[in-house]
Nanobody, 126 residues
Framework: QVQLVESGGGLVQAGESLRLACVAS????????MGWFRQAPEKEREFVAT???????TYYADSVKGRFTISRGNPNTLYLQMNTLKPEDTAVYYC????????????????????WGQGTQVTVSS
């Protein structure tokens, strides 16, 4: 198991930026594929971005491609840089981890992740 704690959410206006952070503890960070998901009110939790354990491979949802950037930093921190935010980006954002010994795979389905943070609220006003 790995413990995940997100931070960085807040209220911003459309067009502004935010950077979310997720600190992981409990296991070797590089042996985990990491992902960001989000859940808006009355909607299912949806995939946003993912990064392989070695950091070489990233993948994004079409809705955020070109605006959001996922990255890994030291020590044991996952980031999501969100630029040009839109009101439809409003949601609770969750950090997730899934063990991957190879360090080369990524996963986009929430069912494939078994470690989750508590979430951080992002609200974008128009």
């Amino acid at each position: 198991q790995v413990q995940l704690v997100e931070s960085g959410g807040g209220l911003v206006q459309a067009g502004e930026s935010l950077r979310l952070a997720c600190v992981a503890s409990g296991r070797i960070f590089s042996r985990y594929c990491m992902g960001w998901f989000r859940q808006a009110p009355e909607k299912e939790r949806e995939f946003v971005a993912t990064i392989s354990g070695n950091g070489d491979v990233t993948y994004y949802a079409d809705s955020v491609k070109g605006r959001f950037t996922i990255s890994r930093g030291n020590p044991n921190t996952l980031y999501l840089q969100m630029n040009t935010l839109k009101p439809e980006d409003t949601a609770v954002y969750y950090c997730a981890a899934r063990a991957d010994a190879s360090g080369t795979y990524y996963y986009t389905n929430r069912e494939e992740y078994d470690n989750w943070g508590q979430g951080t609220q992002v609200t974008v006003s128009s």
